[in-house]
């Protein structure tokens, strides 16, 4: 576990951009060793230490973490697990009925501009915005001012991260509201939203980090070259720029490293990926640093708090349950090969129902292994504090089932050195927001859509491969794996994309990625009502096992999007507008 005593904050006082009101609290991240201090416009900024230190402010708030507390951290952070996994068929707000509704309506589509939870979200992402321009701003007055203290390199570097954390919160931002606006360095005033050139823009970022950044950098956390483009191949992805995206993803696969120098492959084990002793390897493509020094507020990810096991050792809070449609979709046949079409017909056997001192007995099911670090089931060890219990680490399964969530959290080993339990649960594992993984499979995505079916399923079987490896299984858990390659040659276009998508499901469950790929798959052509269609069958076999989702709205077209934040739009004097249909 990664530990850091000192405690960072940065305050400063700036024009209003996009009315939000920016109070400089830096993360406690692994690269920043002195406390920096002063006021915007102070002179103590003006030189290259100044700098650094409002760079890290911004790299800080790549989290999401918003300090405001307008509404609670887990409104907020990067990780999107209410937005990218409760928003979706992986998982389900948990706990029961009467515990943050603002969830629920996120979970049943109830989606009001009104909800708190959206302008927290938005708060956070203008927030990290503004800090990037700050860096940029201070650092072209400093060269005015100071320019000893600005070498060509440094102006290089320092603008490059900058451009890159921009490129990546208007990003989170774009997949979010769609229709936002853009802010740079040179806004004066709220330019509203309507532009139609924001991914022009984004791209610009990404490219302009691209095109300026070390390959390798000398401090774990920020980011190099091949993170820059890797993410503006991603960007060229959500628009559905195939070929576009894969020369730049080819480029970066054959020639990247990770933060550490290493080049790219997949870890030897699936799970390493989620064990903070592996952090920043060989399969990091970009991750959000966290640390945890256990007794002071804020440091490492509070904003997973509530998605913790209910009672036991974790004390609170029961959300961010794994649905049963998610589970099922582990199931392998005989072949060792996904249920494409058949893996939410018969449910995976559970224990709802069966009290945690009455026997169970496991299900039979051949099981892809990656449900087991995907989802905290009974009988199944959890991490190292034993098989999971069922029953006395849910809050209430006849409201949201029998599973936990288990990617996020700690071990037992791990657990000195964070901060409670409860809501106070604090972890200091680094969210992978882009891991190898990921990147193979929106490369073997982009090599389906150009035709190249067979090197979209060699990548797809490399994935599989590792996740069959017997170091990818969990040790002494009862259940019965099952997982193979795809040993055919793929011939047929559609059934290859929908071959990819389910494995991204698979491996990446319960990250925050589900509900914007599914969204994200509606720009193909080929599959315009991918979301729509996936969310209601969803939703309606979903009504037979929760009952609270009989209140759940349809999933329609406008759904793509949420809905630009009412007090945004209210203080924007009218020159943001909503997006259609709220």
């Not at 823009?201 to 956390?221: C, H, M, R, V, W």
């Not at 980011?223 to 191949?233: D, E, F, H, I």
């Not at 996020?408 to 339990?421: C, K, L, M, R």
Request: charged letters at 25%; proline letters at 5%.
């Amino acid at each position: 576990m990664k530990k850091i005593n000192n405690k960072y904050k940065l305050r400063f006082t700036i024009p209003l951009l996009l009315l939000v009101t920016v109070g400089f609290w830096a993360c406690k991240k692994s690269f920043l060793e002195t406390t920096p201090y002063g006021r915007y416009g102070d002179a103590q900024l003006y030189n290259a230490k100044g700098i650094d230190a409002l760079l890290v402010g911004a790299y800080g708030m790549l989290d999401g973490e918003s300090q405001f507390k307008y509404g609670e951290n887990w409104a907020t952070p990067s990780t999107n697990w209410v937005y990218g996994d409760i928003a979706s068929d992986d998982a389900y707000k948990g706990t029961d009925a009467n515990d943050q509704p603002n969830m629920t309506a996120v979970e049943i589509y109830n989606w009001l501009p009104s909800n708190n939870y959206f302008y927290a979200r938005w708060i956070s992402i203008y927030d990290g915005i503004a800090r990037a321009n700050d860096v940029i701003k201070v650092l072209a007055l400093t060269k005015e001012a100071n320019p000893a203290e600005v070498s060509v390199e440094f102006e290089k570097n320092v603008t490059a991260e900058a451009r890159f954390i921009r490129g990546w919160q208007h990003f989170e931002a774009k997949r979010m509201w769609g229709n936002i606006p853009y802010v740079d360095e040179t806004a004066t005033e709220n330019p509203g939203n309507g532009a139609a050139d924001v991914w022009a823009k984004i791209e610009a970022d990404f490219q302009a980090a691209y095109d300026n950044l070390p390959g390798t950098q000398s401090q774990l956390g920020r980011v190099n070259k091949w993170a820059a483009g890797a993410y503006l191949a991603k960007a060229k992805l959500y628009q559905g720029d195939y070929s576009g995206a894969l020369a730049i993803f080819n480029i970066v696969k054959a020639q990247g490293v990770t933060p550490k120098g290493d080049s790219y492959k997949l870890l030897d084990a699936y799970w390493q990926n989620f064990d903070p002793r592996y952090e920043n390897g060989p399969e990091s493509v970009f991750a959000i640093q966290f640390a945890a020094q256990g007794s002071q507020e804020g440091d490492g990810s509070r904003g997973y708090g509530l998605a913790f096991p209910y009672g036991g050792d974790f004390g609170c809070c029961g959300f961010l349950q794994p649905s049963q449609n998610l589970v099922n979709a582990y199931k392998t046949d005989a072949n060792g090969l996904p249920l494409l079409n058949t893996f939410n017909d018969v449910d995976v056997k559970s224990d709802e129902g069966v009290k945690s001192a009455d026997p169970y007995t496991i299900g039979t099911e051949n099981m892809d292994p990656r449900v087991d670090w995907s989802v905290g089931r009974r009988s199944v060890p959890f991490w190292d504090w034993g098989p999971h219990p069922g029953q006395n680490w849910i809050r209430d399964q006849g409201y949201a089932g029998p599973y936990s969530p288990k990617k996020h959290i700690y071990s037992s080993a791990d657990e000195n050195g964070f901060n409670g339990t409860g809501w106070n649960n604090v972890t200091a594992k680094n969210y992978g927001a882009m891991r190898y993984a990921d990147m193979l499979l929106m490369m073997a995505e982009c090599e389906v859509e150009v035709g190249s079916l067979d090197v979209a399923r060699g990548y797809v079987n490399e994935v599989r491969l590792r996740a069959g490896k017997e170091e990818s299984k969990v040790v002494g858990s009862p259940a019965k794996y099952l997982i193979k390659t795809y040993d055919a040659a793929w011939t047929d276009k559609a059934v290859a994309r929908q071959a990819v998508r389910f494995e991204r499901r698979l491996e990446l469950a319960m990250e925050g990625h589900r509900f914007f790929d599914l969204v994200r798959y509606d720009q193909n052509p080929a599959t315009p009502t991918e979301a729509e269609t996936t969310l209601n069958a969803f939703i309606t076999k979903e009504k037979e096992k929760r009952t609270y989702l009989k209140a759940a709205n349809t999933f329609a077209a406008k759904n793509k999007v949420y809905p630009i934040p009412e007090r945004a739009i209210v203080l924007s004097n009218g020159k943001i507008t909503q997006n259609t249909g709220y």
